[in-house]
């Protein structure tokens, strides 16, 4: 589709007004509905032999499945910021998971923005950018929770008024957008919806430091969902960090990495269960805009906040680090007026994406300090100069001990992945993606991929904010 006929479609609004009335605003309405902690492999339409998600895989079937979608830092509260603002985590100053309750009140987020021009928003579930759940600016109808919130009974923020709602969390979430959706309006709307699942129930300090038990809570209803179903595991499985200096460290107390550190069996099948409740709500979402009439006038849109650690490398319980588990995201969009049904999109997109695709697609202008770029070109089959490599980065905290003191900044290319640790010398490491998918093999330090890593320290000091040291 040509960019004018698009905009023709997606911007009626501009038209001149008749001598009777003003034009119905026709332009697309948005639901982005965001699952944490969701591994991109584990949905149906990426090929999951178990989990069965045919609401979720709907949205890739009559839409875009975005192949190599990728994180830009694997961690709550940055990866949303940078999929509310456009920006890098180093851009947008949200870098960690600590409580930024009064720097998150000042991102200049695409909902706002939309907001502004006309659009009815709402903000539905975890916001997870500071512990505070009071309104954030651009949003009609605000519905959230304190820090981390609970699976059951949840205490509710709406519009700035505390109540506790009987029920389990992810239900309620979809029960406020399906009203959302259903209500009257004469202008589009955007729907912003933020699910707790897959986040395990944790108890969180103002401080951002963790306390209590770490455990996954299906609704009532799924809570046998998957029993005895068999785990798919990664070659990467398990197997020590045998070549990760930084991995290799020996920490308090801690377990060295290995197959006695993975993730347990039934932990992974209470996240199948709560994703289940997330499957269920996107059915309800489904049947909400049919009965409206808004279903092939909206895009519909899909993604996880980062990834999560099954026991590759040994780790479990655990995104934080650059490692393919972790960074890759599922990514997943439909509106029928602009993607063709069934697409495959093969380039490397970014979360820092998802706000210049929706500013353009609602006819908006593009801040010039956004740093992703807009998918329609890509969705509309455009031939389009792509993106070759991309920076990734984590900034140290101190949450989780395993993962102190290392931040790191990393470059990916399709073939290369170069990873270097700001405060741990001598720990780099470098992978050939194209053989070793699984990045089992450091080439740090050989002798044969010397220029190739060359090449990679010059991409990364190109696309870091500074030096890395």
């Not at 070549?243 to 377990?255: F, Q, S, T, V, Y």
């Not at 996880?304 to 934080?320: A, T």
Request: proline content about 7%; glycine content about 8%.
């Amino acid at each position: 589709m040509r960019r004018r006929d698009f905009l023709a479609i997606t911007a009626a609004s501009a038209a001149a007004c008749t001598s009777q009335e003003p034009e119905a605003d026709n332009r697309p309405n948005i639901i982005f509905v965001l699952v944490d902690d969701l591994r991109w492999d584990e949905i149906g339409c990426m090929g999951h032999p178990i989990v069965k998600t045919p609401s979720i895989d709907r949205i890739a079937a009559e839409g875009a499945l975005f192949e190599n979608a990728f994180h830009t830092t694997p961690l709550c509260s940055p990866a949303r910021a940078c999929f509310l603002t456009g920006q890098y985590a180093h851009t947008n100053g949200i870098i960690d998971n600590t409580a930024r309750d009064d720097q998150s009140h000042q991102l200049r987020t695409w909902p706002r923005m939309l907001h502004d021009a006309g659009y009815e928003t709402a903000y539905v579930g975890k916001w997870h950018m500071g512990n505070d759940d009071s309104p954030r600016p651009g949003f009609d109808q605000w519905v959230s929770f304190p820090g981390q919130g609970t699976y059951h009974d949840p205490t509710i923020n709406e519009n700035g008024e505390l109540k506790t709602v009987k029920g389990y969390t992810t239900d309620i979430f979809t029960d406020y957008s399906v009203d959302f959706i259903e209500k009257s309006r004469d202008k589009p709307f955007c729907l912003y919806l933020a699910h707790k699942a897959l986040h395990p129930e944790i108890q969180q300090a103002d401080d951002g430091s963790l306390t209590g038990t770490h455990d996954f809570i299906p609704a009532d209803r799924h809570k046998d969902l998957y029993a005895g179903a068999e785990i798919p595991r990664r070659p990467n499985y398990g197997k020590p960090p045998k070549g990760k200096p930084a991995l290799e460290r020996k920490i308090g107390d801690l377990p060295q990495l290995g197959l006695d550190t993975v993730t347990d069996d039934e932990t992974i099948r209470n996240r199948w269960r709560e994703l289940a409740a997330v499957e269920d709500g996107i059915g309800r979402l489904f049947d909400a805009l049919e009965k409206a009439g808004k279903l092939d006038n909206t895009m519909f849109v899909f993604a996880g906040d980062n990834g999560y650690f099954y026991g590759e490398h040994g780790l479990s319980v655990e995104r934080r680090l650059a490692y393919e588990e972790s960074i890759r995201m599922p990514l997943l969009m439909r509106f029928p007026k602009a993607i063709p049904a069934g697409e495959k999109i093969d380039e490397m997109v970014l979360g820092i994406d998802i706000a210049p695709t929706m500013l353009e697609l609602a006819d908006q202008p593009i801040p010039t300090d956004i740093e992703g770029r807009s998918l329609l070109p890509l969705l509309r089959g455009e031939k389009v100069e792509w993106r070759d490599r991309f920076l990734i980065e984590y900034y140290s905290d101190t949450v989780f001990p395993r993962m102190d003191h290392m931040g790191y900044q990393a470059v990916r290319t399709k073939d290369w992945k170069y990873i270097r640790y700001r405060e741990l010398e001598g720990m780099d490491e470098l992978y050939n993606l194209a053989i070793d998918p699984y990045e089992e093999t450091n080439l740090i330090d050989d002798p044969v991929a010397e220029e190739q890593l060359e090449k990679m320290r010059t991409a990364l000091n190109e696309l870091a904010p500074s030096p890395a040291a």
